[in-house]
């Protein structure tokens, strides 16, 4: 049966029901959401053990690779937990402090991990595009440049709107129809004019979205411009569903997201647990894929893996800058003389 709406609830604390009308359910739900959660943590953590292992894997690519890792393990683990005690335990008390820290943790995090979709594209058109000059263009402070604007751009981002919700007043009971402390949902418990804060937060996640998405598109482009002009019919297929994974895989989290946003905003006669299953399911699954798409997929990682089980010391300067640290496999690079 459906769970009652709790009716003791009081402005310095919140409840989330879960996945609203799919209550009954919850127990089955949890079965993926836990399942993605461990292959999250499982994978990512792997990731960044066998990079830090590994120093051959210290390049560009593995550290925008890491940076990705951290952000996953972060964001899943945000949300995940708490609405696993949903699921499980029917814990669906928050305080109103740890609802605005997971609602900062989750945006700051998301606008953050599409930074660095960005900046891993960027990084396999200048390894294809230009490899010679692979490594004197993403030099380590380069690399540690954009991360730092990464994270900058995203504390930017989304310190006004939790600055400004938290300023709100929340009319009681406070009860959200979510898993996890969304702003668009924490915004409908607010009791004054809530105008700025969604107009801001609508601006940020369409800017976010599509500014970022076109430039991902945009290197998607040039990359395969430049798999054409390859000769062999493999490396041009292998190029193919190398670039097709990866353009799944992100586009499971700017699409879902987007659409979850507006479904809050505009389509209020959309089933509520449509939406709340789309915003799980965009922080849930490109965390779980990422590892297995840009790592098992990377015969550059796996060989570094291999050597990490073997307990063999990898040669110094073995490997080059060249297209073989796309992960594309187009190209063999040569090795130095």
């Not at 490594?135 to 709107?161: D, E, H, K, N, Q």
């Not at 940020?204 to 390859?230: C, P």
């Amino acid at each position: 049966m459906p769970h009652s709406r709790p009716t003791n609830t009081t402005l310095s604390e919140l409840h989330l029901t879960g996945i609203p009308g799919l209550q009954h359910l919850h127990h089955w739900i949890s079965i993926p959401f836990c399942i993605m959660y461990l292959i999250t943590l499982a994978g990512n953590s792997t990731l960044l053990c066998m990079i830090k292992a590994d120093p051959s894997l210290h390049l560009p690519m593995f550290l925008f690779l890491s940076m990705l890792a951290v952000i996953d393990l972060v964001m899943s683990t945000s949300i995940t937990p708490k609405m696993l005690g949903i699921f499980w335990f029917h814990s669906t008390a928050i305080s109103l402090d740890a609802c605005l820290t997971q609602m900062y943790f989750v945006h700051a995090f998301s606008v953050m991990e599409s930074g660095v979709l960005v900046a891993m594209a960027f990084d396999r058109y200048v390894a294809i595009c230009n490899p010679l000059r692979y490594l004197s263009i993403l030099t380590s402070p380069v690399v540690a440049a954009i991360g730092l604007a990464t994270l900058l751009r995203a504390v930017v981002f989304m310190s006004p709107l939790t600055f400004q919700i938290s300023r709100l007043p929340l009319c009681s009971p406070a009860v959200m129809d979510h898993s996890y402390c969304e702003h668009m949902a924490v915004l409908k418990l607010a009791c004054g004019d809530a105008t700025f804060s969604n107009t801001y937060s609508l601006s940020v996640s369409t800017y976010v979205g599509s500014f970022d998405s076109l430039l991902i598109t945009l290197s998607y482009v040039l990359i395969l411009r430049a798999v054409l002009s390859l000769s062999s019919p493999q490396a041009r297929k292998k190029a193919f569903s190398t670039c097709g994974s990866h353009l799944c895989v992100m586009a499971l989290f700017y699409i879902p997201g987007l659409l979850s946003m507006y479904m809050e905003r505009y389509h209020q006669e959309l089933p509520p647990h449509v939406q709340v299953l789309l915003a799980d399911l965009y922080l849930l699954i490109p965390p779980a894929f990422n590892p297995l798409i840009y790592g098992i997929r990377t015969k550059q990682l796996r060989d570094g893996a291999r050597r990490v089980i073997s307990r063999r010391r990898p040669m110094a300067g073995g490997i080059g800058p060249g297209i073989q640290g796309t992960g594309l496999g187009l190209v063999k690079s040569k090795s130095g003389p």
